[in-house]
């Protein structure tokens, strides 16, 4: 078994792919190795002259090396001109094997085999779907690279941090150099940075505190105003939060100033400000006022009046029965679950059963009572799947935690609580409307319009795991946000003071 060594790219992996051609060498025979698994530069600082990066391969293409360059064994291949763009489309992407994918492609290419081109056969289709991961990278890139002003007169004058999920940033970075002229600009990842000082682009490896650049520029003036403007563009009653999610993927959100805004935005869409057709303070300029009607600012649906006849997804076929929500109507803090498990569908009651002794336990070492709170789950129907005479749980999809968002919204104005407990990941993304991961919010309080939420692991997270050690520390983490939550719900302090002081214990 023979390694080549692939060090820069694409043009490297070309010049060992010819090579191997010419020996004679089989896909079999050989393992690809990877120099480094970002940019392919080993440590030092490359300089590239941008007129230079990207020079498009003629069609029909040739691999050939230019005669003065070329090894002296080597061979040359003509492939098409749509192979040619696969090929180094998908040596952008970073999957494990990427480099012994384009030499069998190319070698059955090199045997005539003309089917390895085509999106049926099984190399060309992963070929396709390389490709298409990259294309997709460099248009997210493209739409999502938000720069920050670094101030007057500093070098570079524009800052940009983004998280690749391929090695696009070259890509992108020649992209941006032909529109923002000779503005300087860096656009740091964390696998490298590219520099554009108006005239040459630069390409880094990361440097050591890479992470420290992520937050970039503190003091931004074009950011504020960017803010204000998205906010004055945002218009409730059309809000559709699938097209928003689906638009703009929720990962890229960290490297979006916008996306702070997004949350508050829609919560208030929810709670009435689709009725007005424009963010408020542009609706009340004078002349300037879009009023839309409840009734025309939302597609008609028949509204079933009661949870038991409620027929919004297809959850309500399977189960015994719709578990509502239970708890004093005054109560100040509401606990969210995800959904009612075995025992709760049987019951017709929230946390009767397994996940509901540990919530309990949790909430006695707390020293809350459990009949001060209200308890519910985001999604109203049990959602199982058979195993023999077991009904076991299954995660409900999202289009079931937003058709059921209807319920969450009815019970959220009707009990105003001033602060809700999210239990697992499900029930925090239901109430933000968004899938968010739950690490990033455990145990820190952040308000909602006017509630406080915090984020806890679900109780059932803590019958999943095989160490008691862990267990423990599972059900303690529950039992601290229980306790700042009840310390907010009952006004034993500021909400800012106590929210720094839980922010800083959590
Ligand atoms: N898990 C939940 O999320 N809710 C329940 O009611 C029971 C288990």
């Not at 489309?89 to 990427?98: F, H, Q, S, T």
């Not at 946000?481 to 719900?489: F, K, Y």
């Amino acid at each position: 078994m023979m390694t080549l060594m692939v060090n820069g790219g694409y043009l490297a992996w070309r010049e060992q792919a010819l090579r191997a051609l010419a020996e004679g060498w089989s896909p079999e025979e050989l393992c690809w190795a990877e120099a480094s698994p970002d940019l392919g530069r080993q440590g030092q600082q490359i300089g590239l002259e941008y007129e230079a990066s990207h020079a498009p391969l003629p069609s029909p293409v040739s691999l050939q090396e230019p005669q003065a360059q070329q090894p002296v064994s080597s061979v040359s291949v003509r492939i098409s001109k749509g192979l040619a763009a696969l090929l180094q489309d998908a040596a952008l992407c970073r999957a494990p094997a990427r480099w012994a994918l384009l030499y069998r492609v190319l070698w059955r290419w090199h045997q005539g085999d003309r089917s390895v081109e085509s999106v049926a056969d099984e190399d060309g289709a992963r070929l396709y779907e390389m490709a298409k991961a990259v294309r997709k990278e460099k248009h997210d890139m493209m739409a999502y690279v938000r720069f920050r002003h670094c101030g007057k007169g500093m070098q570079p004058e524009y800052w940009a941090w983004f998280e690749p999920e391929h090695d696009v940033l070259e890509w992108i970075a020649d992209y941006f150099s032909k529109r923002m002229g000779g503005t300087s600009w860096c656009i740091a990842t964390p696998q490298g940075l590219a520099l554009w000082d108006g005239r040459n682009l630069q390409l880094q490896d990361a440097p050591d505190n890479i992470e420290a650049l992520r937050a970039g520029p503190a003091d931004d003036q074009v950011e504020a105003l960017w803010l204000r403007y998205y906010q004055s563009i945002f218009n409730p009653a059309r809000l559709n939060e699938t097209a928003l999610q689906q638009s703009m993927p929720v990962r890229f959100w960290k490297g979006l100033p916008e996306a702070s805004l997004i949350p508050a935005m829609i919560s208030e869409a929810r709670n009435g400000a689709r009725r007005v057709g424009q963010f408020s303070a542009v609706a009340r300029m004078p002349g300037k006022s879009v009023a839309v009607e409840a009734h025309s600012a939302q597609p008609y649906r028949s509204e079933p009046s009661v949870l038991e006849a409620c027929r919004r997804c297809g959850l309500w076929e399977h189960a015994t029965q719709a578990v509502p929500g239970e708890g004093p109507t005054t109560a100040r803090m509401m606990l969210l679950g995800e959904q009612p498990g075995d025992y709760e569908d049987l019951a017709g009651r929230v946390f009767v059963g397994p996940a509901g002794q540990v919530l309990d336990q949790a909430l006695q070492r707390a020293g809350i009572e459990r009949n001060a709170l209200y308890l519910s789950n985001a999604v109203k129907h049990f959602k199982w799947k058979g195993r023999g005479k077991q009904r076991l749980h299954v995660s409900p999809s999202q289009a079931e935690v937003q058709a059921c968002g209807h319920w969450l919204q009815e019970e959220l104005a009707r009990l105003e609580p001033a602060v809700i407990v999210t239990l697992g990941a499900t029930a925090l993304s239901a109430l933000l409307g968004t899938q968010v991961p739950l690490a990033q919010y455990l145990a820190k309080p952040f308000l909602l319009g006017q509630t406080w939420v915090i984020a806890a692991w679900h109780p059932s997270y803590a019958l999943r795991v095989d160490s008691a050690a862990r267990r423990e520390e599972i059900v303690s983490s529950i039992t601290q946000v229980l306790q700042m939550g009840w310390r907010l719900a009952t006004g034993s302090a500021t909400d800012e003071g106590l929210a720094a002081g839980i922010n800083s214990a959590a």
